[in-house]
């Protein structure tokens, strides 16, 4: 299924078979591809770049396709891989997690810091976080293939 070219976000770099990869969803998501290119919220001699998720309802292309600046695009895999390390070490907590600290890291970003945490506002976290670590523990071939992926093509890039 080809990306649409018509629309505000302007596909430059393009996977029209993302639908294949998606993860566990792969040949039944609605995600049929992804792209990066030119945002749509872009001013007139402003641009940015940004990665967008192509959804598709079977009928029409879906106001729930995402789209994203890049920055946050890594920043979300950042968050990704220090909760992933996190976790892999969660089990000497009883609940996976401390309540009296659950600040899980502070990554130094642009002079300040993204604090990872663990969302203790959630009145369910001690349910949550158990269902988190299974859903993690059983994505995990997945996603570490994902992971080594990403850190064989950071070495290429020389990070």
Known sequence: MKIPTNLKHKPV????????????????TDAKGISLGLA?????????????VWRHTGGKWSRQS??????????????????KLYFQDAYRHEKLYDPENPVIDRVGLQGDAMT????????????????????????GELIGERLRTLSRVLKEMGY
């Open 13 to 28: 770099i393009v996977s029209e078979n993302y639908e294949n990869v998606d993860g566990r969803y792969a040949y039944d």
């Open 40 to 52: 749509q919220w872009n001013d007139r001699g402003k641009v940015d770049v940004s990665a967008k």
């Open 66 to 83: 995402e789209e994203l600046p890049l920055h946050r695009v890594l920043d979300l895999a950042i968050m990704v891989c220090r909760t």
């Open 116 to 139: 990872v945490s663990v969302c203790t506002d959630n009145e369910r976290i001690d349910e949550d976080i158990q269902l988190f670590n299974q859903a993690l523990s059983d994505d």
